[in-house]
């Protein structure tokens, strides 16, 4: 299998030049890639564009699955570009497409990571503002509420 790494925005996109995702196929370099990029960039979002990929069977869909679980168990989002109509239709059939995102264009993949990121951005934000009655508050004083003579 040849990929190509590229980095768009929050995701990276991993292009599959050449290959297949069936059981026969040594598919290890797309699980080291997924590897590396996760050690290095842990919640980053990973889109593979399979405009190219020449067949794929339920072990492909396996690894698929496999690598969605560990992008997602990290907090990005793992999606699919370019799906042949063949494909798309058998993930459709296996029931696939409700936690299989398939994006028309990049751009709409690269807007959906985008949203991700705000939200945790918001959520991070949320977690770091002082709550309302921690304002009254005097800092080395055993927590007591402040009084005001």
Sequence with gaps: M??????A???????VE???LVVD???AELHDLVQAVTVFDPGCSLVIDLAKLNQLDCSGIGQLMQI??????L??????????PWHKRLLGILGLLRVLPVFASLDQAVTACWSLQARRDIERQRRVEAPPWLAGLR???GLRPAMHV
Aim: hydrophobic share 35%; with cysteine.
């Design 139 to 141: 800092l080395g004083s």
């Design 2 to 7: 040849d990929l190509r790494l590229e980095r």
């Design 9 to 15: 925005g929050p995701a990276v996109v991993f292009h």
């Design 25 to 27: 196929e040594d598919t």
């Design 68 to 73: 969605r679980q560990r992008i997602c168990d």
């Design 75 to 84: 907090g990005g989002i793992f999606g699919l570009l370019n799906v042949s």
């Design 18 to 20: 050449r290959g297949r």
